[in-house]
């Protein structure tokens, strides 16, 4: 059964930091794309960043320089670090995953990200 919790989700003020992780069972990561979507009430849902195969990262625009994927294929798990957080940051954060060359098909339950002081 194809599964990604996510975790570390919480309220920081601007400036702070968070590290969220995205645990992933039934798939392995060495042959697959997870990514970090999230989404503000009333925006569109928006690509933050991913990672191929837990080596290869690509960021969004709004968060190059602050933020940073990595994965532990050993575990499974890949982590999105967040650090110089802004309010504009806040919003639900997913994990996703997809095969190399598909579209996004196992999502996440999602993790509430609030930056505010």
């Known amino acids: 059964q194809v599964q990604l919790v996510e975790s570390g989700g919480g309220l920081v003020q601007p400036g702070g930091s968070l590290r969220l992780s995205c645990a992933a069972s039934g798939f392995s990561l060495d042959y697959y794309v997870i990514g970090w979507f999230r989404q503000a009430p009333g925006k569109q849902r928006e690509l933050v960043a991913s990672?191929?195969?837990?080596?290869?990262?690509d960021y969004g625009d709004s968060v190059k320089g602050r933020f940073t994927i990595s994965g532990d294929n050993a575990k499974n798990t890949v982590y999105l670090q967040m650090n110089s957080l802004k309010p504009e940051d806040t919003a639900v954060y997913y994990c996703?995953?997809?095969?190399?060359?598909?579209?996004?098909?196992?999502w996440g339950q999602g993790t509430q990200v609030t930056v505010s002081s």
């Open positions: 996703t995953g997809r095969p190399r060359l598909g579209t996004w098909r196992y």
């Open positions: 990672i191929t195969s837990g080596v290869t990262t």
